[in-house]
């Protein structure tokens, strides 16, 4: 069956630095994938989405990767500041124009 | 106010009651989805619909059941709740006319079910 897995346990950063998030999937070949940021309590908000053929996409201190040669994303913040602490998703699209979720990664940075 | 609205917010409810989730949507899209996220399991699809006369299974719809009254509105029963169907519920949008198969999804503010 498909499966997505992200970063179990929290990561925890300080300010400034770059916080990298990883996803990595089995069993799937998305034809793209997408990030979402969840604050608590809080419906998940799109971020970033990237197709098969692109390598990589940014958008202001994000940056996402794909390679779907390790079917892995990797999702980087740059100049990490408190206020980008929450719960980051990731999804993969499947036929029939479904997403479906990974479990997501907490994100705390630290000032 | 919110694109997509549910309600209620909180419940809680007994085993074995019906209980009914409503969501409603003014960004004017066709696809609607409902989700259930537990901690450590993140977001799973419980059913999906693509326009008013189509409703798809996802991929955990036993005990739950969907209408899609109109083209903004979306609700989810529980027929008869268990315990295990204590959830955050989300509901969700997409606009498909983007050009991608599902497109970005919006969603919902939740609604957080306890089932005693």
């Known amino acids: 069956s498909q499966k997505i897995e992200q970063n179990s346990e929290a990561l925890n950063i300080q300010e400034g630095k770059t916080a990298t998030l990883t996803c990595n999937y089995t069993?799937?070949?998305?034809?793209?994938l997408q990030w979402y940021r969840q604050d608590p309590g809080r419906g998940p908000v799109f971020l970033l989405l990237?197709?098969?053929?692109?390598k990589e996409k940014r958008k202001e201190r994000l940056k996402v990767t794909f390679d779907t040669t390790l079917k892995q994303s990797l999702f980087h913040i740059t100049a990490s500041q408190p206020a980008d602490s929450a719960t980051y998703l990731c999804?993969?699209?499947?036929?029939?124009?479904?997403?479906?979720f990974g479990q997501g990664t907490e994100l705390s940075v630290k000032p | 106010d919110a694109d997509v609205t549910q309600t209620p917010r909180n419940r809680i409810t007994k085993t074995g009651k019906r209980i009914m989730l409503e969501c409603s949507q003014t960004?004017?899209?066709?696809?609607m989805y409902w989700y259930r996220q537990d901690p450590g399991l993140g977001l799973r699809l419980i059913y999906y619909?693509?326009?008013?006369?189509?409703?798809n299974k996802g991929e955990i719809s036993d005990g739950y059941s969907v209408s899609r009254q109109a083209q903004a509105k979306f609700s989810l029963s529980l027929e008869s709740a268990i315990p295990n169907q204590t959830a955050l519920y989300f509901c969700?949008?997409?606009?498909?006319?983007?050009?991608?198969?599902?497109?970005?999804?919006?969603f919902g503010e939740g609604s957080r079910l306890t089932v005693l």
């Open positions: 619909s693509f326009d008013v006369k189509d409703i």
């Open positions: 069993n799937y070949s998305p034809a793209y």
């Open positions: 990237i197709r098969e053929n692109e």
């Open positions: 999804a993969l699209d499947t036929q029939g124009g479904k997403l479906i």
């Open positions: 969700a949008t997409s606009d498909p006319d983007r050009g991608l198969d599902t497109g970005e999804l919006f």
């Open positions: 960004k004017g899209h066709d696809r």
